[in-house]
Structures are given as C-alpha cells and as structure tokens.
C-alpha cells in the first residue's frame, strides 16, 4: 500500500522516495509487525485463553518440568501471522507474484496448523488429525507454489537447482522440480514443527533463518550485489526481504510473551506457516540447498525423529532418550534454558555458514 502511494506522492515530495527503496521497507516492515504483536498479543492471549480452557494437552512421557506448562494455551502463530499479513500489505509491493506467493503458502499452512491445534484443545489430545491427509495438503499448496515460481521466472533457470559454492553449475529438474520443491517447503514446514517443543526454542532459530533469507532474498534480487558475489540473479525476489522482515518483527513480538514461563504457545498453527514460508523463500530465490545449512537445526530436529522411529521399528530400541532431540537433552539434565540458549547459539552460527556460501563461488 504505501509503495504505490510512494509513486503518487514522490513527485510532490522527495521524502515519499523511501517508500521506494526495499531497505526502508523492511526496516518499516520489522517495526510495524513488533509493534502490532506487542500492541494486541495481550488481548489475543486472553481470548485465546478463555476459550481453550485447559490449554494445549501436555505430552505424559515427556519431561517432568514439562507439567507445570499445562493450562498455557495454543495457537499463538495467530499473532505471528496477523502481524506478518498486515504489515505485508502495508509495505510489500502487492504487485510482485513471489510476495503473493509466500503469503498463499504460509496463510495455508497456518490454516492447516490452525484446525490440528484445534483438535488438539478441543479434543484434548496430543494427536490432530490425520497425519496422511495433512500432508496431502501441504504438498498440494506447496506444490502450487512451485508451479507459480516456475512460471515467474525465466526457462529453464526457474526449474534448475543451484549449488552453493559453483557459480555456474545447475542441474535442470525439468517439471521433477515441482515434486523436489514441494518437499523441501513441506520438510521445512513439519521440521519447524517439530523444534517448537521448548519456550522459545523455535522462534528465535526462525527469526535468524528470515534474517538470512531476507538478507538472501534481497541480494539475489539485485542485480548490481548479484553479479558483484556471482549468485544466481531472480528478478523480483528481493521484495520477499520486506516479508522476511515482517516475521522478524512479528516474531520479535510474540518472543515477548513466548519467553519462558511461557503465556502462550506458537501450536502448529505458527511453526508450520513460518516453515513453510522459510522454505518457500529458499525455492524462489534458488537456495534450496542453503536451506539446510542455515536451517540446520530445523534438519537435526527432523533428523532425530525419522532416526528414533526408524529404529524403535526395525530393532525395538531407542537412539535417543527421547525424540525430537531436544527432549533427549533435557532427559539428560539439561536444563530448558540451558538447551534453548545453547540451541540458538547452533542455529547463529549455522546461519553464518549458510551466508558464507554467498562468497565462497
């Protein structure tokens, strides 16, 4: 909104020429999204609690200190999304498709999470609903994404997978591109899922993984800093940096009332729209595989489950203590600050491998 009011007001003003410029945006973007979080959280909170009486269902087998948590309630991603959906709207160029895009995949992904947290308070269980079925969803919208980026960008670049550290080697996935995208959107989604266990294990890695793929995002859309560090140019992409901002600055805000003791949980409802909107980011600005780098505690955390249950089947014992692996920590003594602040430590400096792969060409 205000980037086409900019256009209409500069040549009457010079200082509407900001609004032009995708640095000022973003800034504008992380303050107006942390102060809408702050500003009506408290409200939502109380909502929230009134009508979710007992709160999210707290794990039995699951750490002791766990059970004091229990009456917290869920769905706090809807501050998040509120505020990363406004705020979009007011800084965002609302004529560029990858905004639009990013905006579809984390709104449907927040709706899915959104109704399994549902379930989970009304129902009072630790289960939603069909694990089956809610993926099919995902990989559906995810792969409707997909398509669209495709067809924003430029044959065959847009269906080609980039290596970091080689300027100039792609390998051309045709339309198998589509399915490969899709997963890594979707495996990014229920890897952010899984790390929410802890009060604020999952938002702080999520707001460092925005920061670098904001800071991705605008530089592969710039063709000037693009060819200057040899990345992969993607006409548009440095308008998803306004978005990435939005969820730092929402997230910032929710961080506020999520830090521990927590008064309200992210739920499913948070960590699969902001996965989903980390790993739809990463397709359109050709970095899938950066992803896993700067994401990589999101991919140890998905890691540990698949090992767990994949060994628990085919031998009947456990790897960890318990899985996702940061309640393995906690089994051993860890204590739940302890296990965050050391994990938020992992994901800055795998944050800063992942930048570094812009350099090393």
């Known amino acids: 909104m205000l980037y086409y009011l900019s256009q209409e007001l500069s040549a009457h003003l010079s ?57 917290t309630p869920t769905m706090g991603g809807l501050m998040i999304l509120s505020g990363v959906l406004v705020t979009a709207l007011i ?24 109704y399994d947290d549902y379930l989970k308070v009304t129902k009072a269980t630790e289960k939603g609903f069909s694990g089956r079925f809610r993926l099919t969803l995902e990989f ?6 997909c398509i669209a980026i495709m067809k924003a960008g430029e ?46 294990l999952a938002i702080v890695p999520v707001m460092i993984a925005a920061a670098s ?20 140019f993607v006409l548009g992409t440095g308008e998803l940096a306004v978005v990435c901002g939005a969820v730092i600055g929402a997230g910032l805000g929710f961080l506020w009332f999520n830090a521990p003791p927590a008064a309200i949980f992210m739920g499913d409802t948070g960590s699969l729209a902001l996965g989903g909107m980390i790993g739809t980011t990463a397709v359109a600005t050709k970095h ?14 998905a890691l540990s489950v698949i090992i767990q249950v994949a060994s628990f089947k085919m031998t009947g014992k456990r790897v960890f203590r318990m899985a996702p692996i ?21 994901s800055v400096m795998l944050a800063l491998m992942g930048l570094a792969t812009l350099k090393l060409r």
């Open 15 to 71: 200082f509407f020429n900001l609004f032009r410029y995708i640095t000022f945006r973003t800034g504008g973007a992380l303050i107006t999204a942390a102060l809408f979080v702050f500003l009506f959280g408290p409200k939502m909170i109380s909502s929230l609690k009134i009508r979710q009486g007992k709160g999210q269902p707290i794990r039995a087998d699951g750490p002791e200190t766990h059970f004091a948590k229990a009456g």
């Open 91 to 114: 800084w965002a160029n609302l004529s560029n498709i990858y905004v639009w895009v990013v905006i579809m995949v984390t709104l449907g992904f927040g709706a899915i999470g959104l």
């Open 140 to 145: 559906l919208i995810a792969a409707v994404a």
């Open 155 to 200: 044959e065959p670049f847009s269906s080609s997978l980039a290596f970091p550290f080689f300027k100039d080697l792609f390998l051309n996935l045709g339309w198998f591109f589509v399915p490969f995208a899709a997963f890594v959107i979707v495996g990014a989604g229920n890897a952010v899922n899984l790390t929410d266990g802890l009060d604020g």
């Open 213 to 232: 793929f904001g800071m991705i995002a605008y530089l592969a859309g710039n063709f000037v800093f693009s060819e200057y560090l040899q990345i992969n």
């Open 288 to 301: 899938e595989i950066v992803l896993a780098i700067v994401g990589g505690l999101f991919v140890v955390e």
């Open 326 to 346: 940061h309640h393995h920590f906690e089994k051993k003594g860890w204590t739940e600050s302890q296990v965050v602040i050391r994990f938020w430590i992992i």
